[in-house]
Nanobody, 123 residues
Framework: QVQLVESGGGLVQAGGSLRLSCAAS????????MGWFRQAPGKERELVAA????????YRADSVKGRFTISRDNAKNTVYLQMNSLKAEDTAVYYC????????????????WGQGTQVTVSS
């Protein structure tokens, strides 16, 4: 069982930055690939970024390349999403999720989810 708790969301002006954190419980954090998803009102949940258990492999959606960076600290059981140059269209609830082997763009691959943190970007 893995419990995930996100933090770091909030209200920011366009062009600003936020850093999301996701703290995980459990002793096997490094065996899980981690993903950051987001869901805006009326839209489907989409994968924003993902990282392998070791941190050696990452993925970012085209919409955030060059602006968002995913990283993890396995000693702290934490995964991060650094978001720079934020745009109004980045406004959404952001969720971290854990997959037992490798990451996927499909939400169904992820077994554990956090409660979500709201990110609002004002234009």
């Amino acid at each position: 069982q893995v419990q995930l708790v996100e933090s770091g969301g909030g209200l920011v002006q366009a062009g600003g930055s936020l850093r999301l954190s996701c703290a995980a419980s459990g002793r096997t954090f490094s065996s899980y690939a981690m993903g950051w998803f987001r869901q805006a009102p009326g839209k489907e949940r989409e994968l924003v970024a993902a990282i392998s258990g070791s941190g050696g492999s990452t993925y970012r959606a085209d919409s955030v390349k060059g602006r968002f960076t995913i990283s993890r600290d396995n000693a702290k059981n934490t995964v991060y999403l650094q978001m720079n140059s934020l745009k109004a269209e980045d406004t959404a609830v952001y969720y971290c999720a854990a997959a037992p082997s490798r990451w996927s763009t499909l939400a169904s691959f992820y077994d554990y989810w956090g409660q979500g943190t709201q990110v609002t970007v004002s234009s």
